[in-house]
């Protein structure tokens, strides 16, 4: 008689188990990697070129990623891709971005440059409309327009003069949108761990070709500095992807607001700088208006069977 040991056991559907508590935790961790990140970037700015800075955050956070794919699959499994073009794009928009984003650190009280780059969801709203398709109703709008708004209450267009470090601090914010669409066009396709490798070996090498024009030699404490700054932004990147894998959005999205708070202390600690009332009123109504836009987000895709009505306020 057979034993039914020998019998082949039914292939089980995997079902993902969803941890909102640990997601929490893995977003709070991963906004606090990202806080000490920003810290060092502004410090490593203050004596190295902001590409030299850039280069080494990517290279160095290589190893973080390489440790998460060779856990999760292999490399052959995550090395394989069909839209090789599509990434070096992703690539170059990333490149723009974080040396803009690293300029702004350079130029800006912490606070201030972070509490601008809040404006990115702003921006993706509006990009979603002519380069992913994507239907925003009235809503949506109302909280861009407003959100932008918030944008002027800190910036001060009509009091002081606007200053250099503000558009670049928004110009940062504009290219984390275009960032986002193109991940969010790459994700049709390609798994998170190819994106974010391919993401992070792009802009190693197109960051390295520039280095001998803009390279300042590093000491053995900034070495050890910019060691920690690729860790720390390569890490930060694992505990968030972990989060919204473990939890939704709508819940663990909102966290990365605190980002604002640990950048007020470590700017308050570090170099003394307070922000402005102007500033602090215009953050709170960008981030009201980003939470009302995830907010609206969230709520139309929790019934994407339904169809959407003409005239839909979405």
């Not at 197109?206 to 024009?213: Q, Y």
Request: aromatic share 10%; proline share 6%; with cysteine.
């Amino acid at each position: 008689m057979r034993s039914e040991t020998c019998l082949p056991s039914p292939v089980q559907p995997y079902v993902r188990t969803d941890n909102t508590p640990l997601g929490i935790g893995m977003m709070l961790g991963s906004v606090l990697l990202f806080s000490l990140m920003n810290v060092l970037v502004k410090l490593l700015t203050e004596t190295f070129p902001v590409v030299e800075v850039a280069f080494f955050r990517s290279l160095f956070a290589l190893i973080p990623v390489g440790a998460m794919i060779a856990a999760q699959g292999g490399w052959v499994a995550n090395l394989r891709t069909a839209r090789p073009f599509a990434h070096l794009w992703r690539g170059m928009i990333g490149i723009a971005s974080m040396s803009a984003m690293f300029w702004s650190f350079h130029l800006l009280p912490l606070g201030d440059a972070v509490a601008l780059t809040f404006a990115a969801p702003l921006f993706l709203t509006a990009l979603s409309v002519p380069l992913l398709g994507e239907r925003v109703g009235i809503h949506r709008w109302s909280a861009v327009l407003v959100g932008f708004l918030g944008v002027l209450i800190m910036v001060r267009p009509s009091g002081d003069v606007l200053q250099f470090g503000s558009l670049v601090a928004l110009a940062a914010a504009a290219g984390q949108a275009a960032a986002m669409i193109t991940v969010r066009q790459l994700s049709r396709t390609e798994p998170a761990n190819t994106i974010v490798f391919y993401f992070t070996t792009a802009t190693t090498v197109m960051l390295g070709l520039a280095l001998p024009f803009a390279w300042s030699t590093p000491t053995a404490h900034e070495w050890l500095l910019l060691l920690a700054t690729g860790l720390l932004g390569g890490g930060g990147q694992l505990l968030v992807t972990r989060a919204y894998s473990l939890a939704p959005a709508a819940v663990v999205a909102p966290l990365n607001y605190l980002s604002l708070l640990w950048a007020v202390l470590f700017g308050w600690l570090l170099w003394g700088d307070v922000p402005a009332s102007n500033m602090a009123a215009g953050a709170v109504v960008v981030a009201a208006s980003g939470l009302y836009i995830l907010h609206r987000e969230t709520r139309r895709r929790a019934v994407p069977s339904k169809p959407v009505p003409a005239g839909s306020d979405d």
